[in-house]
C-alpha cells in the first residue's frame, strides 16, 4: 500500500483546492472523527501510527477536561489548565490531520460529510459528538441561565458571577443587592454538587477577604433537585454525606422541586416556590447533539444514537457512535451505559482496537464496560467514593479524587499548572486571580439590550 505521509508543507502541495478540505492525498482508508472529546481523543491515540489516516475534526481547536470546568468558574483554575490544543496533542502523530470545523450534515449514501468549511469524504466515520444542555424547551431558563458544557460556559459563569459582586456593592437597593448575591445551582448530580460545594467555598473564604464590604451572609447558594437524594447514581452513603457536606457549607439543599421558569431575577418552582437570584446555573441535564443526515428511527432517549455492541450505529455499515452520544440498548443497559467519562474513554479505545480488525474482516468482540467507580468532591478536602464494594467519604476520597482528576489531565504543562494550583490553594484558601476581562451578558439581554 502506497503511504503518502506529508509534512505540513508537503500537506498544502498535496491539496486538491475544490470545495472540499483539504487534506493530505493517502492510499490508506480514511477514518473521520467527529468531536476530539474523551472518545474521539481516546480513538484518535489508539488509532496513530496505524495503516489508516485518520482526520479528526472539531468545532473548537482544543479537547477540553469537563469534570473541572466547574473550578474555573470559580476562579480555582484558569481555563488554559484544563484545555489542551489538538495539534499540540498530535505533535508526531504522521497519520493523524486536524482540521477546524463544525460538522452540520452526513451524507451517509454518498460517505461524506458537509462541514461549515467544507466537504470531507470518509471510508468510516465515528461521530463522537457528546452532549449539550438539556432545558427541556424551558425557553426563558435556557435564555437567562447559564450552562455549566464547556470552558466559554464557565467563563460565562465566573465573569457573572464578579460583575454581579461589584454591582451588588454599588447598588443601595437591598432587594437587588440580595438577587445579585443570591446564587440557584439546579441539578443535584456531580457538576451541581461541585458547583454549590466550590460557590461555598468561595464565599467562605474570598468573599470576606475581597468584599470586606458585606458579610459573608449576604452569600445565599441554593441546590435544587427533583428528587428526594442528590448524586442519585452513586450509593445512599455518597448521596448522605454529599448531603451533610454541603449543609456545613450553608448550601440551601431544595429537594422534589423542579423548576419552571426564570426571568433573569426571578426563579419559579413547580410548586410556586420563588427566590431572588440573578445567577442561576443550570446542570439539570443534557441531551445529544450531533448532526442532521442519522435516520431518526435510530435516535432514542436523550437524543443518543442507538449502536449495536460493536457501536456501529444501527442501518449503517461504515458509521459508529461511541461516548455520550452512543446508547448501546441492552436488557442490561435499558438506558444505555452511564454518559460518563470513563464510557467514552472505554469506547473509544475499544473501538480503537477493533476498528482494524473491522476493515480486514476480522472477527471483534463486542464492547463491554467496565465500572472502574464513580467519586465526586464537595469543597475542598471532602468528597465521596464508590469503587465497587468500597464506598467511603471525607478526606481520603477526596485525596483519591484529587489524585485521578490530575492524573487524567491532557498534557504535563497543564497537569502541572492545576497540581500547583490546588497545592496552593490547599495550604492558602486562595484561588486565581478574580479578574474581569470581558462585560458577559446573559443571552436574554444580549437579543433585548434593554433589559
Ligand atoms: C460540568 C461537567 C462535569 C462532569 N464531571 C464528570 C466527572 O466528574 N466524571 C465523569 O466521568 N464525567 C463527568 N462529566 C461527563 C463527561 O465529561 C462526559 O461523559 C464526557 O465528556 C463525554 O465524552 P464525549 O467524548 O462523548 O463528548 P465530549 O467530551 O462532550 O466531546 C464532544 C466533542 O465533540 C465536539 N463537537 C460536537 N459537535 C460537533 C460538530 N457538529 N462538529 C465538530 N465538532 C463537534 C465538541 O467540540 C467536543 O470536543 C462531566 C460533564 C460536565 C458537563
Redesign the pocket.
Known amino acids: 500500500m502506497n503511504v503518502n505521509y506529508s509534512n505540513n508543507n508537503a500537506e498544502e502541495s498535496a491539496c486538491k483546492v475544490t470545495e472540499t478540505i483539504c487534506l493530505p492525498d493517502s492510499d490508506l482508508p480514511r477514518v473521520v472523527i ?7 481523543l481516546a480513538l484518535t491515540e489508539k488509532l496513530k501510527h496505524k495503516e489508516i489516516q485518520v482526520i479528526l ?4 481547536n482544543f ?2 477536561f ?2 473541572l ?2 473550578q474555573v468558574a470559580t476562579s480555582a483554575l484558569e481555563p488554559d489548565s484544563i484545555v489542551f490544543p489538538f495539534r499540540k496533542q498530535f505533535n508526531g502523530y504522521k497519520n493523524v490531520v486536524f482540521r477546524l ?4 450534515e452526513i451524507q451517509a449514501s454518498s460517505n461524506i460529510i458537509v ?1 461549515d468549511k467544507g466537504t470531507v469524504e470518509y471510508d468510516y466515520l465515528v461521530l ?4 449539550t444542555t438539556n432545558f427541556f424547551g424551558m425557553e426563558n431558563v435556557e435564555q437567562n441561565s447559564l450552562g ?2 464547556d470552558i466559554r460556559d464557565s467563563l460565562n459563569i465566573r465573569h457573572l458571577m464578579l460583575q454581579n459582586l461589584e454591582q451588588a456593592a454599588i447598588t443601595c437597593d437591598d432587594d437587588e443587592r440580595d438577587a445579585l448575591t443570591n446564587f440557584v445551582i439546579v441539578g443535584g448530580g ?2 451541581g454538587v461541585e458547583m454549590a460545594g466550590a460557590l461555598a467555598e468561595f464565599c467562605k473564604y474570598i468573599l470576606p477577604k475581597d468584599y470586606p464590604e458585606y458579610p459573608s451572609s449576604i452569600m445565599n447558594i441554593y441546590l435544587i433537585e427533583a428528587i428526594d437524594e442528590l448524586l442519585s447514581t452513586m450509593s445512599e452513603k455518597a448521596s448522605t454525606k454529599t448531603l451533610k457536606y454541603l449543609k456545613d457549607l450553608d448550601v440551601k439543599v431544595l429537594f422534589n422541586e423542579s423548576v419552571s421558569d426564570y426571568d433573569g431575577s426571578i426563579v419559579t418552582t413547580k410548586s410556586g416556590k420563588t427566590i431572588f437570584a440573578k445567577n442561576l446555573i443550570w ?1 439539570a441535564g ?1 441531551k445529544g ?3 442532521k443526515g442519522i435516520d431518526e428511527k435510530h435516535v432514542v432517549k436523550g437524543n443518543r444514537i442507538r449502536t449495536g455492541s460493536f457501536l456501529m450505529v444501527e442501518g449503517y455499515e461504515n458509521i459508529f457512535a ?4 452512543a446508547a448501546i440498548i441492552t436488557n442490561e443497559t435499558p438506558k444505555g451505559h452511564p ?6 474513554i472505554q469506547q473509544g479505545k475499544y473501538l480503537g482496537n477493533s476498528l482494524l480488525k473491522i476493515i480486514n474482516d476480522e472477527a471483534v468482540k463486542p464492547f463491554e464496560y467496565k465500572d472502574k467507580g464513580s ?2 468532591t464537595v469543597g475542598k478536602r471532602k468528597a465521596v467514593a464508590d469503587l465497587g464494594k468500597f464506598k467511603f467519604a471525607g478526606y481520603f476520597a477526596w485525596l483519591l479524587w484529587s489524585i485521578v482528576h490530575l492524573m487524567s489531565i491532557s498534557g504535563f504543562r497543564n497537569r502541572l499548572m492545576v497540581g500547583f494550583n490546588w497545592a496552593v490553594s490547599y495550604f492558602t484558601y486562595e484561588k486565581s486571580n478574580r479578574l474581569i476581562i470581558r462585560n458577559f451578558k446573559p443571552k436574554s439581554s444580549v437579543n433585548n439590550p434593554k433589559k
Request: aromatic letters at 6%.
Open positions: 467527529i468531536g476530539g472529546g474523551f472518545a474521539g475534526i472539531d468545532k473548537n479537547h477540553q469537563q469534570p470546568l466547574y470545523a463544525e460538522v452540520e462541514t463522537a459528538t457528546g452532549t455549566m458544557k456531580p457538576a446542570t443534557v447533539q450531533f448532526p461511541i461516548g455520550d452520544i454518559q460518563v467519562a470513563q464510557t467514552a467519586l465526586a
